[in-house]
């Protein structure tokens, strides 16, 4: 029931902002943002065709007036009235930001419709990353004054950043994707929490198979930590290979 109530104006806000919320896992961000994405555009269509049948009529009234009344000289026409008008209707600013809530409401549509990228609003993304960059800054002046190295400190940041979010999240069991065939079988696994050491090109052994782990990534909860692996031929076990024991049963599945 959120994901129709309060869904589509929630997916206006940004990935971050949506993660944040204590609820965020209990609804369905793919159907909220198509909700919010077809609603943005269709109330951008119908704002635009109000705006234009209101504004085109004030222009035209009024050239015909000024045309009446001699202002706009003996040569004037009503299609060069109308032609005015039309352009100055085009290129007024309140056109431009309707038209392009109504492209945006377009690609967010798409986007979560075949992509499953559940985009917010830009304006509100810009207002993220601007609120972002100047808090990182904020920070980054009180660790060099208090003498830290800002490598430490990131490090610091990105663990505390983890705990927290893995506090938000629910303790599932890691998701498994199979997908391609030898020689390019891959294997993703999503998991609600982010795993120790699991950095690119690391070796997993994993059921007596071993994997080079390719890339790890962000997505969407409950299980935002994904890892792409690519199966080996053949591997030799070592300190520096990692052994994947998921906790409970994973869940499987093929793509």
Not at 81 to 102: Q, R
Request: charge should be positive; hydrophobic fraction near 45%; charged fraction near 20%.
């Amino acid at each position: 029931m959120l994901t129709y109530l309060l869904g589509p104006i929630l997916a206006l806000l940004p990935r971050r902002w949506r993660n944040s919320l204590g609820f965020s896992a209990s609804l369905n961000w793919r159907r909220a943002t198509v909700l919010s994405a077809f609603g943005e555009s269709a109330l951008a269509l119908i704002a635009l065709m109000y705006w234009y049948s209101y504004y085109m009529n004030l222009l035209v009234s009024n050239g015909l007036d000024s045309a009446l009344t001699g202002k706009m000289g003996p040569g004037a026409t009503d299609h060069e009235i109308g032609f005015t008008a039309l352009v100055i209707w085009a290129t007024h600013p309140l056109t431009w930001l309707i038209a392009y809530a109504g492209v945006e409401g377009s690609v967010r549509l798409v986007a979560a419709a075949f992509t499953e990228n559940n985009l917010g609003i830009f304006p509100l993304f810009v207002l993220d990353k601007i609120f972002l960059k100047l808090s990182w800054r904020s920070k980054q002046s009180a660790v060099k004054a208090a003498g830290y190295a800002d490598s430490n400190f990131s490090s610091y940041v990105g663990a505390i950043r983890d705990k927290t979010a893995a506090k938000r999240l629910p303790l599932v069991p890691d998701e498994l994707f199979f997908s391609g065939t030898a020689p390019d079988e891959i294997l993703e696994i999503r998991a609600c929490r982010k795993k120790t050491d699991w950095n690119p090109p690391r070796t997993v052994h994993y059921q007596g198979t071993f994997y080079r782990l390719e890339a790890s990534s962000e997505g969407n909860a409950p299980r935002p930590y994904r890892y792409t692996l690519r199966k080996l031929s053949a591997g030799v076990m070592g300190r520096t290979v990692l052994v994947y024991s998921p906790e409970g049963t994973p869940v499987l599945a093929k793509r």
